[in-house]
């Protein structure tokens, strides 16, 4: 075989292993990283032009294919900048390599500008963390970085690789990455209590999270609760739920605190199906952490690591739950909708338009949180949420989806101030003519920490909070902001002008954005 | 005295402590601390749209009045956003106080979705961190915080406030901030065997970093240039430097290593005062990691930490260097200029045109690199620079330069790539009215990095390398990008465009931005 360096061995190795996609913002560290691309043929590289555009669309890829992107990412402070969503992908326990350029091994004894701690800012987002020690060890540490990310059903691995360990020699064969363990199964013995449960007609919920809300777990649950009455429910923020006409439709937990507790008051039994307890985002003053009441008994059927749709289906087989599950099923009525802007009515358009197969990247907050109940029986499509509470997600997540699924539309839902966390996204969406159509919802204000202000016991802010709050002085134009990055661009100020826009914007195929006025 | 929470104890020993201004993105942990701003009066609160442009402000801020402003960032993720120009404070030694909120203590042990490692993000950038245990401790902590801040010449302090430490009751009493050491004195042990090296008429060169490229310290350095003729150097980055006429002009390290070589290759003494021994900024394949040859002895005079400025006019006292040291004198001639936009000619009208007292945040990179050199004999102004070499810096620091001293003019000289990681920047221009002109050097291309895919020995790069470095499709239209965040702006394709441009942007008050297509 030819000679190759470092990086070559690297580009290889991840491609052996089964990811050919990197989102990238490379520097002088990765270079050779770079050149590799051309002399090793097959990895896709997408140019982000910030890191938190980079591994948020890792994390909407992987949420799309269930396999690991890589990242490519300089130095410590190129990593930092990707942190927030590596966040939120460890929260959605998704597969995901991010491989971090350092400076050469013997120029680190130096107080270069640009030394830093890579493996200290990669650790709380990690659970696998390497700094490659020579380039004949990079192809073996990339296989088990490959092999990190897939283990327990998704994790984030960070392959550090200094700059001599991609430019110097390497072994001219490179390390397969082994086959990731199968998800842990079940034992009979965590199944048999919950079937008790189930008999006994107690209140009970099952709460789905992870695969759980696959297509395939759903419907497994749904024959349980056809069988059982069991009521089922999801986790308020999720990584994926298959949803709309065909699918067992499942409502999430409210995001406010006290409705989460008013929803679950009378429960007896919840039992965890890939999820965990329900906790409150935030601690409020003299509020409980948890929304299920104090004698409320928490079961485990499924940990989220383990096989959660094969236990899913071991239930339902306990139970004898044969029977077909309830699934959505009624199609909206297509019909012209108009009058002012509300919660109400634009959850009532995106029901009615969301396209068969869509994927929607859901970062709308505050304004979106009618979107759920509206769009159970719209057309089949996916839904992705901010799982880690880190804002600037879902401009990137429709990035990676787009990318992962190139024949299906995505809808970015997005909120003004998040958006504008990672609106780089924009012109990625431009430069790779991605088919997404990105609606921003522009209430110009920080709304969801208006209510927090309240929660938090600060009934009476002065000026000087509410400023800290408010996107009015000067209002963000998104058209002018989308125009300025390659990205077609309107306004809706009203329903009747956002189904027009939406209408044309999911005519035609390549990105565009509808500033919505609310 | 009346009873207050931890939160308004904490703004009581901020402004006890001379922090008066925050530079914040808050969430929901932080609303106690945001409803303190108009219980307590005193604390100017400016809110950024990124975090990264918070903490890029604060360190512009400490750079221009020596003292730390405080950043305001919700958890971990809200601290990640922030690292990047936080390792570039580190870097340029200056005072600054973080405020991270997180969720309260006892809500840390469960899972929520913003739950992370906030201190684990804070240690790769902070000298010092600490988490609040108490709301009776909190006074105590931001003293000690503020206190660290200012120890050292200038630090980066990280403060975590968990949420209940900010709402529970707090002492009534205000912690005292102890005042810092003074910066140690040189001995003159130390001083002794410098006036060796320059009595022996051996090529030496003096070089100052820190408080050295004050004006103070400049002026004892061109002393001591004037009696020994010991040549003035400067690092390649460096946190201010003061310049123009009526200073002691200095040149600059170049960044490219082989012209940094070049630059010292006859040096037999290199005198560090204030600095350190000059690194390269990469590791490049077969080159040095110093620019200073193999012979050349290394002296220090004085730290970064200790006092450069006694330690200069010590210097120059022991030499007996009396005569007033050489000043940068010709005003240049105000003449009107045409032709193509180069980097000549557009170093020759920044030249022209920088304002008495103007102060320039530069982080023009591969375009801007004549600038140093033509604008020596300019009128007086303050440069700063990217210390840490994590790009987004220039929008941020303009922001705290302008915050800092109202009554100057800043110029922003920001190269496109890099002013696309903090562009949110320019949202804080238009909303405080800041008196800032931002020059965005539009070459659409990381042009930097094409330069260093041939020094790490790239010779050859394929298309999908190119591509990696390519800002052209789609253009980003910086006009429409400033427009979208309420700053008005123009565009300069040739030297006679931009100098009308630049006229007009800096005969008014308030902000403006300029897209020079290079």
Same mark, same amino acid.
């Given at each position: 075989m030819k000679a190759m360096n470092g990086a070559q061995s690297l580009v290889r190795t991840l491609l052996a292993g089964g990811i050919d996609t990197c989102f990238a913002n490379p520097g002088t560290s990765e270079m050779h990283f770079v050149a590799a691309l051309d002399q090793v043929p097959g990895m896709r590289c997408v140019l982000c032009l910030f890191e938190g555009v980079a591994t948020g669309a890792a994390d909407g890829y992987a949420r799309m294919t269930g396999k690991p992107a890589a990242t490519l990412l300089h130095l410590g402070p190129g990593l930092a900048n990707g942190l927030a969503n590596l966040h939120n992908a460890r929260k959605a326990q998704v597969p995901l390599v991010n491989i971090v350029g350092d400076h050469a091994i013997y120029h680190l004894y130096e107080e270069a500008p640009l030394t830093s701690d890579v493996a200290g800012f990669a650790r709380p987002v990690s659970h696998w963390v390497r700094s490659s020690k020579a380039a004949t060890e990079v192809s073996a540490d990339g296989a088990a970085a490959i092999a990190a990310a897939k283990s327990n059903g998704g994790q984030v691995a960070t392959l550090i690789l200094p700059a001599n360990t991609a430019w110097e020699e390497a072994n001219a064969a490179v390390a397969v990455t082994p086959a990731p363990a199968p998800r842990p199964l079940v034992e009979d013995r965590a199944v048999a209590p919950i079937v008790e449960v189930l008999r006994s007609k107690e209140a009970a919920v099952l709460f789905l999270g992870g695969a759980g809300l696959s297509e395939r777990g759903l419907h497994a649950a749904g024959r349980v609760a056809a069988k059982t009455n069991v009521r089922l429910l999801a986790p308020t923020s999720n990584a994926r739920i298959a949803r709309g006409v065909g699918r067992v439709p499942i409502p999430t937990l409210p995001y406010p605190l006290q409705e989460a507790i008013e929803n679950l008051k009378d429960v007896r039994h919840l039992i965890l199906a890939g999820s965990q307890r329900p906790v409150a985002y935030f601690a409020y003053p003299g509020k409980p952490a948890f929304a299920t009441p104090v004698d409320c008994q928490i079961h485990t %059927?499924?940990?989220? +690591? +383990?096989d959660v749709v094969e236990a899913l289906e071991r239930l339902a087989h306990a139970l004898d739950a044969k029977s077909a599950p309830h699934l959505a099923q009624k199609r909206l009525r297509a019909e012209k909708l108009s009058g002012p802007m509300t919660p109400e009515s634009f959850a009532a358009v995106i029901a009615q338009m969301i396209p068969d197969q869509a994927i929607v990247a859901d970062e709308s907050l505050s304004f979106g949180r009618g979107l759920l109940p509206a769009t159970s029986n719209s057309a089949p499509h996916d839904w992705l949420q901010l799982t880690g509470g880190a804002i600037g997600i879902g401009l990137p997540l429709a990035t990676g989806a787009a990318l992962a699924c190139p024949d299906r539309k995505v809808m970015c839902l997005q909120a003004d101030g998040s958006g504008m966390?990672? %609106?780089?996204?924009l012109w990625t969406h431009a430069r790779e003519g991605l088919d997404i159509v990105t609606l921003i919802l522009a209430n110009r204000t920080y709304a969801t920490l208006r209510g927090e202000l309240v929660n938090v016991g600060v009934t009476n802010p002065g000026p000087n909070a509410l400023a800290m709050l408010d996107l009015h002085k000067p209002i963000l134009d998104w058209t002018s902001l989308a125009e300025g990055m390659g990205v077609e661009a309107s306004r809706a100020e009203d329903t009747e002008g956002l189904m027009f826009q939406l209408e044309k914007a999911l005519g035609r195929h390549g990105p565009s954005l509808i500033e919505v006025v609310i």
């Open positions: %059927l499924v940990k989220p +690591e +383990e966390y990672t %609106l780089q996204s």
